[in-house]
Nanobody
Framework: QVQLVESGGGLVQAGGSLRLSCAAS????????MGWFRQAPGKVREFVAS???????????DYAESVRGRFTISRESAKITFYLQMNSLKPEDTAVYYC??????????????WGQGTQVTVSS
């Protein structure tokens, strides 16, 4: 079993930055992949970014078009901790952000492990 614990959400003005963290523990490995999703009130959960980790510690990142160039997903090589650096935030980025692990890609149904979510609010 895997536990994912997120942190780093909060309130920020438009144009500002936040960094979300997701620490994984339990049955993981250095090739553990993960993604970030978000869900705004009244909307479906949507893909934000994912990072595929290989056993050779090569990483492949993918982004939703709406965040490409503003958000960066990364991880620490030794620790199973993932980050989402969010720059140039917009009010439409306001949502609960979830980290999801055990897979990569844009479909939330492919991820077996989920964090509890962290609120990100961007004021205009």
């Amino acid at each position: 079993q895997v536990q994912l614990v997120e942190s780093g959400g909060g309130l920020v003005q438009a144009g500002g930055s936040l960094r979300l963290s997701c620490a994984a523990s339990g049955r993981t490995s250095t090739s553990y992949s993960m993604g970030w999703f978000r869900q705004a009130p009244g909307k479906v959960r949507e893909f934000v970014a994912s990072i595929r980790s290989t056993s050779s510690q090569t990483y492949y990142a993918d982004y939703a078009e709406s965040v490409r160039g503003r958000f960066t997903i990364s991880r620490e090589s030794a620790k199973i901790t993932f980050y989402l650096q969010m720059n140039s935030l917009k009010p439409e980025d306001t949502a609960v952000y979830y980290c999801a692990g055990g897979n990569w890609g844009t479909s939330s149904s492919g991820y077996p492990d989920w964090g509890q979510g962290t609120q990100v609010t961007v004021s205009s």
